[in-house]
């Protein structure tokens, strides 16, 4: 989908290394590939894929293959027609998935049209994954030998396909006869091990570490951090290798789930695109539709007032403690958000242990809340006692209430913070959904009906 370029203020430097594309484009190739990718950023598309035509095969395809490239699929459109069918063969294949992902149907089908039978299937095998799998960010480019091979055989053949290959990390030994995998051997091992012996022998003794292609990424994510893995091969129903999925690919991964959600958390849509190359509307749009359902839902609180509003007539002390209790329940509430939102993420809990969260936030509810209530009664002692304030004849009272409300409102808070993201997650939402502004709002409107139940209580017969 096309987008308007913004110029981002914060690349102004690296646009200053571009002044003209016409008589630049000699001198980019002696230019580092992620110096050439800020430049190219600060352009819009049409002009940067100027820039990339110009270039020499191999640097335009690094260029492009570059995952801090912005705008890529608008730059393949661009590009010379003649040009577009090498450079995306030329790149990795989990790159240029990527891009033509990006592009409507017909664009892709028009590019992928003008590639060679073999990596168009590649490609479009790809591109048939959900987004979320680990079949979506996979590449189809590795290195696998025969088990009957020896390392002296092996180690020639890295040499023979290594430009080929997006990244050598590991050799794949497989059975003959099934294709099936047996070993991984690093390439430490290889070149430390005897050329004439087998390739078996250079590989651990067990069998590797490995994903199917329909698996979450974040469990290919999950297998790298535990085994400190550089790669983890993805096999089909017949244990042969598809693909594999790079510590690279990892990153590139957790950095664009970890800014959807904390841009989620916020209470907004998470933006597809940077945030100065993002159109005024269409940010505007990301952050209206949250606002506007967090605004509503404020309303409740409006509406518990009005409920009592025949007790804050009659106490109006009551009223100088609703910010300091609202604030107080969205705090907790958040925190645990926060923290669960996190354990979900990286595999610490599982919504089946919702009861275990729920028996250690109960008692940690209460213990925060008796805390703050405690400062809370201690804040109303002192300014009553150095006269302050006034908070009349009943002040004691007041306190009391203030201190049971903070208990009752940051243990709810708690609880509520804390048992959202078990829920969204079992209905098959991202827990980061449940936002800090949404678990606020929802305390603060069951906050005042808390308060104003225990101000009934307490101080009936003498306020109330």
């Not at 110009?54 to 640097?59: E, T």
């Not at 396909?161 to 690093?186: H, I, N, W």
């Not at 008692?363 to 300014?383: D, E, F, N, Q, Y």
């Amino acid at each position: 989908m096309k987008t308007t370029i913004v110029h981002p203020a914060a690349h102004a430097d690296a646009a200053m290394l571009f002044p003209i594309a016409h008589s630049l484009v000699p001198c980019l190739a002696d230019e580092r590939t992620a110096d050439i990718v800020e430049g190219l950023n600060c352009r819009a598309p049409e002009e940067a894929a100027r820039l990339i035509a110009g270039l020499p095969q191999d640097r335009a395809v690094e260029v492009l293959d570059h995952t801090g490239l912005e705008h890529g699929a608008e730059i393949l459109l661009a590009l010379p027609e003649e040009r577009v069918a090498p450079l995306l063969a030329g790149m990795s294949a989990d790159r240029a998935a990527d891009l033509l992902g990006a592009l409507e149907e017909d664009q892709r089908d028009s590019l992928l049209a003008c590639l060679d039978p073999a990596i168009r299937t590649d490609l479009e095998r790809l591109l048939a994954y959900p987004d979320d799998s680990a079949g979506a960010m996979m590449t189809t480019e590795f290195v696998s030998v025969p088990a009957s091979w020896s390392v002296a055989r092996t180690l020639q053949h890295i040499r023979q396909v290594e430009r080929t290959r997006e990244t050598v990390y590991a050799v794949y030994v497989l059975d003959p006869a099934t294709q099936g995998l047996m070993r991984a051997v690093s390439l430490r091992g290889l070149v430390s091990a005897d050329p004439d012996a087998n390739v078996l022998d250079a590989a651990p003794p067990r069998r590797p570490v490995t994903i199917r292609a329909t698996a979450p990424r974040d469990e290919a994510v999950r297998l790298i951090s535990k085994y400190d893995l550089l790669a983890v091969p993805v096999v089909d129903a017949r244990e042969q290798v598809i693909g594999i999925v790079t510590v690279d690919d990892v990153i590139d991964t957790m950095v664009q789930r970890q800014t959807e959600q904390v841009q989620r958390f916020g209470g907004m849509d998470a933006l597809d695109e940077p945030y100065m190359g993002i159109p005024f509307w269409q940010m505007v749009r990301k952050r209206a539709g949250w606002l506007c359902a967090l605004f509503l839902s404020e309303m409740l609180t409006a509406s518990a007032m009005q409920g009592f509003e025949g007790e804050l007539e009659k106490a109006v002390v009551l009223t100088l403690f609703i910010p300091l209790i609202m604030s107080s329940g969205g705090n907790s509430g958040s925190q645990a958000t926060s923290l669960l939102i996190r354990a979900l993420a990286l595999g610490q809990v599982q919504v089946r242990d919702w009861w275990r969260v729920a028996l250690r936030e109960l008692p940690a509810g209460i213990t925060l809340g008796a805390i703050l209530g405690l400062v809370g009664m201690t804040r109303i002692l002192l300014w009553q006692e150095t006269g302050l304030y006034n908070y009349g004849d009943h002040w004691l009272l007041v306190a009391a209430t203030v201190g049971a409300t903070l208990v009752g409102i940051v243990t709810f808070g708690s609880m509520v913070g804390a048992m959202l993201p078990f829920l969204l997650r079992r209905i098959g939402f991202d827990p980061a959904t449940a936002s800090a502004p949404f678990v606020a709002t929802l305390v603060d409107v069951t906050g005042l009906v808390i308060y104003f139940s225990i101000a009934l209580v307490i101080l009936r017969g003498t306020l109330l």
